[in-house]
């Protein structure tokens, strides 16, 4: 954490002296391809430009370690584990390694007639969720079903009609950019101090070069445009707390007994929750907080309607695909 | 004696290793200009109903719908009679046909950026990648496997694999009414619009 807190002062305290004493090898372009080394001669951006300089510390964080490692292969050299032979009948006189390869095949082509077999039951052991409370369950998910149908719909239908794309792209990520403690302090939580070290220095591209975060600058830069995001339901699953019961709550939707609590977590961590305890009025509230809601429910509905079309029981559907993201979430 | 089993050994070995190499760049590029093709249709395609039909052809020749129906279905395909199978398979297909357009908004297409494969047996690959859509960034990996040339077998968004969520919801179904009620409820969804 003390780490994390010295490249924040020292990257604000960076960022305030970088106009007139960094040398330009301390700074470098963020451009649509990526990042760029400054030339020698600080130059002025040319009219529209989407060009931004930006501090090399922050933006790259193995230029204050080591040098950088090679870059990875696209296609690293596949590792094929020596797996024992598998039973083959003694060839009676193996003369050369021609014949030898023909029995190889033989033995491949057994062995996927042997798999065609048993393949039926593959998907055997995909991640399911206790859910005790089906009934019940099934009576809110009609019920939320109804709710997003006849209300949300058109909510999100008129948003997207009032906003254009990049607009809603936009209120997106300022958003997503200031939920950043959440993921901060869950990936502390988690131990993942290089990971909280990454979304600082994401959270920061974000807002300085990105007007507040109104554009994911941190995209262009191969470091910071994968962080992992962490939540509290995320963090208890790392810690081994297990899923608990399936519940699916009015308006929200599916969640674990342990995510509904991580969630109350995310909550409480959430600096835009902080505004309603912060003494803003009712209505500063709810013209931050609108357009996230609005775009929240634009998402949810993308989300619900990709989940429930085309499907034998939407509420299987939804479950199974609840479970089997949350898995891999917590496997990150 | 003894090295001519040790040979052998070798020679198997060898053979898989050079499967490998030869595969994965084969369904690499065979994924690619599926998807490829596919990309080209939803940018010309001036409505839903045109990309559905101009995209089938494609589907058809590049995912396995009868491997896919079959794990879908589980150990019960077993009890399927061959017309069941082949009514099943035909359904299933039209509703992973509609899945897959219903993902499409005509004039929009997806960026993909594709990351290095994996091999988790000789003839089956599995690509990452990273599609961007609408502005959202979504994980997508392709399934593929060695059926009469590459096939695609499965496809997992965000962690969650097509295959997998059918056979949650068939399961249930065979469970009450085994092949009948499978293909019942396969019929009941096709005809939803």
Redesign the interface.
């Known amino acids: 954490m003390r780490k994390i807190f010295s490249i924040l002062i020292a990257t604000v305290l960076g960022i305030a002296t970088s106009g007139a004493a960094a040398p330009d090898r301390e700074i470098v372009i963020i451009t649509k391809d990526g990042l760029k080394a400054s030339p020698g001669k600080r130059e002025k951006n040319p009219k529209n430009s989407h060009d931004t300089l930006f501090l090399r510390s922050v933006v790259e964080p193995s230029a204050q370690k080591a040098p950088a490692k090679p870059a990875?292969?696209?296609?690293?050299a596949?590792k094929?584990k020596?797996t024992p032979?598998p039973p083959?009948q003694?060839?009676l006189k193996?003369k050369n390694?021609a014949i030898?390869?023909e029995?190889?095949?033989t033995?491949?082509k057994k062995k996927?007639a042997s798999r065609a077999e048993d393949?039926?039951?593959?998907?055997?052991h995909?991640a399911?969720i206790a859910d005790p409370a089906e009934s019940v369950n099934r009576g809110t998910f009609w019920l939320n079903h109804q709710l997003y149908h006849y209300l949300l719909r058109p909510v999100s239908k008129a948003y997207e009609f009032i906003l254009p794309?990049?607009a809603?792209?936009a209120i997106?990520n300022v958003f997503d950019n200031a939920e950043y403690p959440v993921r901060l302090v869950n990936h502390a939580l988690q131990f993942q101090f290089k990971r909280a070290d990454l979304e600082t220095r994401k959270f920061l591209v974000n807002s300085v070069a990105g007007v507040g975060g109104i554009f994911r600058v941190s995209d262009r830069i191969p470091e910071l445009a994968?962080v992992p995001s962490a939540d509290t339901g995320q963090t208890f699953a790392k810690w081994g707390i297990g899923h608990g019961a399936y519940v699916v709550l009015p308006v929200l939707g599916p969640r674990s007994v342990r995510d509904t609590v991580g969630m109350a977590g995310d909550y409480a961590l959430n600096p835009l929750t902080w505004l309603t305890y912060g003494g803003l009025g009712g209505a500063a509230t709810l013209a931050i907080s609108g357009p996230n809601a609005a775009q929240s429910i634009n998402?949810r509905m993308n989300l619900y309607?990709?989940a429930t079309?085309?499907?034998?029981?939407p509420y299987?559907?939804v479950?199974?695909?609840y479970i089997?993201?949350r898995?891999?979430?917590a496997s990150k | 004696m003894k090295t001519?089993?040790a040979?052998?050994?070798?020679?198997?070995?060898a053979?898989?290793?050079s499967s490998?190499?030869a595969s994965?760049?084969d369904a690499?590029n065979f994924l690619k200009k599926s998807v490829g093709e596919v990309v080209n249709i939803a940018k010309s395609a001036p409505n839903s109903n045109a990309l559905t039909e101009s995209v089938r052809p494609v589907l058809l020749k590049t995912i396995s719908f009868d491997?896919m129906t079959?794990?879908?279905?589980?150990?019960g395909?077993?009890q399927f009679t061959p017309d069941q199978q082949r009514e099943a398979t035909r359904l299933f297909g039209s509703?992973i046909i509609?899945?897959y357009v219903?993902?499409f908004t005509p004039g929009e297409w997806p960026e993909i950026a594709y990351k290095?494969?994996t091999?988790p047996s000789?003839?089956r690959v599995e690509i990452p990648t990273?599609t961007l859509y609408?502005?959202?960034k979504y994980n997508v990996t392709y399934r593929l496997e060695e059926i009469e040339g590459w096939r695609i077998t499965d496809v997992v968004i965000?962690?969650?694999?097509l295959?997998?969520?059918?056979?949650?919801?068939?399961d249930?179904?065979f469970k009450q009414g085994g092949a009948d009620a499978v293909l019942n409820?396969?019929k009941r969804?096709v005809s939803t619009p």
């Not at chain 1, 393949?119 to 055997?124: H, I, P, R």
């Not at chain 2, 040979?7 to 070995?13: E, K, Q, T």
């Open positions: 990875k292969p696209v296609n690293p596949p094929v020596p032979a083959v003694k060839p193996t390694t030898a390869k029995h190889a095949i033995i491949q996927t393949d039926l039951d593959e998907y055997s995909i399911t794309s990049p809603r792209t997106h994968a998402n309607d990709a079309r085309n499907v034998i029981d299987v559907a479950r199974s695909g089997q993201y898995e891999q979430a | 001519r089993p040979l052998l050994v070798l020679a198997i070995l053979s898989a290793a490998f190499a994965v760049p690499e491997a079959r794990r879908a279905v589980g150990p395909w077993r509703l509609r899945t219903a993902k290095a494969a091999m000789h003839d990273t609408k502005g959202s965000e962690g969650v694999s295959v997998a969520n059918y056979r949650t919801q068939f249930g179904e409820a396969l969804s």
